[in-house]
Each structure stands twice: as structure tokens, then as C-alpha cells.
Nanobody, 128 residues
Framework: QVQVVESGGGLVQAGGSLTLSCTASGLTFDDYIMGWFRQAPGKEREGVSCISWSGRNTYYADSVKGRFTISRDNRKNTLYLQMNSLKPEDTAMYYC?????????????????????WGQGTQVTVSS
């Protein structure tokens, strides 16, 4: 049984930092492209960042480029999202997800439908 569990969310002031973690079990972690998505109340789910199994390819939404860094440790079956210079508009539920392949190019937003396994989410709230 596959389990995807996020952690690390919380309340932070604007300009602050948080690191999200995601641990996946029940799957061969380094077979999967891993991604972070977020959804704010009343808004559509947005692909924030993705990383290939090797870490060689990454994607970042324009809104987070230069502020967020995605990484993975395949030995620990863990995905990370380092978030710096946080803004109130980063407030959302953040979800970790796993995909075997992408139907989109690495330079374009990922399709949620490509991701088979999802976590329950971790809330990030940035106060102004």
C-alpha cells in the first residue's frame, strides 16, 4: 500500500522560511517523478515544483522561482521543498505527489492527472 505523507507546514511571517518534507512508502521511490502542488481557498490547484528521479530535471512555477528549491533523497524516500522569502500569497495547502511520467515538458506546468499518488497535504500560512 502506497503512502505519501507531508510534513513541515506551519505559520510563518512574510519573509520567513519553511522546509516541507514528503516521505513515500510502498513504492520504488526513485522510479517516480515527484512534485509539490498547492491549493489556496477558492483557487485551482497549482503545480509548484517537480523533480525527476535523478534530480537532473526540475520545474518551478514562475511565482516561486528564485525563492523555492526542490530536492530529493532517494536513499530516504524523501522529497523536500525549501521555501524562502515567503509571501502571503504562498498561503495554501501544499500537497506532495508521485508520477511515473509527465505528459508535459519540464518547462511547463505539470498536469495533476499525471500524478498517481497524493498525500493529505500540509498547511502553509504566511502572515503579512
Amino acid at each position: 500500500q502506497v503512502q505519501v505523507v507531508e510534513s513541515g507546514g506551519g505559520l510563518v511571517q512574510a519573509g520567513g522560511s519553511l522546509t516541507l518534507s514528503c516521505t513515500a512508502s510502498g513504492l520504488t521511490f526513485d522510479d517516480y517523478i515527484m512534485g509539490w502542488f498547492r491549493q489556496a481557498p477558492g483557487k485551482e490547484r497549482e503545480g509548484v515544483s517537480c523533480i525527476s528521479w535523478s534530480g537532473r530535471n526540475t520545474y518551478y512555477a514562475d511565482s516561486v522561482k528564485g525563492r523555492f528549491t526542490i530536492s530529493r533523497d532517494n536513499r530516504k524516500n524523501t522529497l523536500y521543498l525549501q521555501m524562502n522569502s515567503l509571501k502571503p500569497e504562498d498561503t495554501a495547502m501544499y500537497y506532495c505527489a508521485a508520477a511515473l511520467a509527465l505528459t508535459t515538458d519540464w518547462g511547463t506546468p505539470p498536469a495533476s492527472a499525471d500524478f498517481h499518488y497524493w498525500g493529505q497535504g500540509t498547511q502553509v500560512t504566511v502572515s503579512s
